[in-house]
């Protein structure tokens, strides 16, 4: 299981589908409703997602046009995702990183 | 030099160019290596045959059997050379970025001492001549002034490539190989009992019972110097011509090692006193044709370097070690390539040399000690090939590996001895290692903070803008070069550039990847249309050994499509197509500096400064890429890592 690139499985369901909403739940706990905004690369050579960027439901997603660097998006480590659910099929994607 | 790398036949002309190529740096060791064992030390039966015997066993184990046998194995679609082979291998561990750097490193160091010792060599045999004794003497103001004469001269033609005077090399290096074969023969013939210097005893008694005899390692090293162009040059001339030339190479420099101790053991006296073993088995007509076929050996030999430098330094650009520089291609000929900066760095580095060293006798102490590094992270870059790609027994990778484990260090400890007198080598080393080591370590934490999103969220967008005509056209096809490689992703910083301020609106929003493979000569493009004729996305797959023109490749690429009819050029009547209805291209270049409203880690800190310090200093994005400048908008975007979490500002009370 060392090897799997879980960040791809999630991206691949993810982008796959209609209702973008899921619940994530981290290590710490805490669990958030929400969606992926955006994602960024452990580094260029290697194609893991070592973070995404979330934006948590009921919050207004801001487009930080102009650089202001304002944004409502929280960036998420990969590492720290426990399971994430998907409402629009009921499924759940559980991860046992490493 | 032709495009197919993998099948070299064996021909007289593929045997030719290999020597030509390959063997100029080990094939002119003779010129000194014996000089530098003796040295001033009396000449005995122990020193010369234990001197020999390491020769040959070290051209035997660390020549023969790690590069001839075992490392042209691990070729990377036929190219050879540590980057290559790091590409091969880097997967298995993240660490192994290290000794890549590292043995990249001390090779092109090397190549600031090679040209200058090999040329003194040849030139200090003219104080051999008859009535140029006392003018050509080592260290003399001619001496010294002639190498610089022909090394400068050497640096200066670099620009016009070699494809010309290159046809010469093969023929002038057989002739050399041929003539250190009579030379030695010459000698074993009227002196026969030599050859049992071959016996290893010779050298187990050498290096155990002669006074100090573990550190004459330093200058036997000297013999192999230049095996590692045996594996860089790979690509140039394959595997099975590399094999077959070896033979050929490795008798005539072994018959001429043993030419030279005959003449030791029987003419040399007691001590050298400043005589040359290689020149004084010539004899007294030959002289001057053979110190000119040498000086022309050792010009090929510099010459290799250099080519070899610009190799290396464009293969660790394409890799993410070097910030980017301008490549030139002197000729058509694929494979040439001349770098003006590296040309520059080389040529003052050697000058330098020359100047402080003044004489091949104390550049040989300096001589060897990167090669020993570039060898020992061979080795180990090799062994994770041997293990993982060959998938070798264990046990038979181990054993080889104590092998050359103990003949390196060896080597390299022998060599450390030397250390004192080379510390301004030192400082150079350490700066093409920081160099690399901050643009490749920056570039990651660059990358980390690149946040992508998915170009799907901002089509509808992108279509609105499109066909918003109360927003000036910015052009018919603009383009962004994007390090996304997935289908639906692009940077977060190209949606800001596109809407933020002033929207630049566009018939066709094209999103361009350049995929950079571990193959050396890849030529491809992908395309994906994400909206029909709106927004396109394409990836062009380029090998590493390749200089990317990516504008050239993007026009041949819409050429192509508009030839299916798989795009329309999209010219809009509008104001503009009264005055020219050609559709406009033009791209778009994020160039990124650190922004004031950071507060870093001092390690990070340094860095990152750093980085784009080296980014000032190297060359711009729109060049690396090959953008014509008229076609490139280039933006400024200031970056924020670690944003300042604390500020200290009060409003001053009214009274």
Known sequence: MKNIDTSAILYEKYFSLTNREIKITLKSGKIIDGEIVGFTYKDTSNKQIAFWHFQPMHSNYFIDFDNSRQTTDIIIP???????????????CYFTNE | MDNNHFSKKVTAASLLIALGIIYGDIGTSPLYVLKAIIGDRPISEVLVYGGVSCIFWTLAIQTTVKYIWLTLQADNQGEGGIFSLYAIVKRYSKKLVIPAILGATTLLADGIITPPISVASAIEGLANVNGLENIFTPGANLTIGLVILILSTLFFFQRFGTHNVGRAFGPVMAIWFLTLFILGINQIYHFPLVIKALNPYYAY??????????WLLGAVFLCTTGAEALYSDLGHCGKQNIRTTWIFVKIALVANYLGQSAWLLHNGGEFLQG???FYEIMPDWFLIPGILIATLATIIASQALI???YTLISEAMNLNFWPRVAVRQPSESKGQMYIPSVNTLLWIGCILMILYFKSSEHMEAAYGFSITITMMMTT??????????KKWNKIVILCLLCLFAIVETSFFIANVAKIKERWMFLFFELGIFMVMYIWFNARKINNKMVKFVELGKYSSLLTELSQDDNIPKFSTHLIYLTKANKRHEIEDKITKSIFSKKPKRADVYWFLHIERTNEPYTLTYDISELIDDKVIKVTINIGFRIYPRTELYFKKIVQDLVANKELNLHIRPDGSSKYNNQADFKFVVIEKFLSVENEFAIREGL???AYFWLKKMGQSDEAAFGLDKSDVAVEHVPLVYQPITHIDLKRNEKH
């Open chain 2, 275 to 277: 005589k040359n073993p």
């Open chain 2, 307 to 309: 080519s070899g430098s």
């Open chain 2, 380 to 389: 180990i870059l090799l062994s994770y090939f041997l293990l993982y790609v």
């Open chain 1, 78 to 92: 990969h590492k720290e995702i426990v399971s994430v659910y998907f409402y629009e099929d009921n499924s759940i």
């Open chain 2, 205 to 214: 008694q050498m290096l155990v019972s002669y006074p100090k005899g573990f």
């Open chain 2, 607 to 609: 860095l990152l400064n």
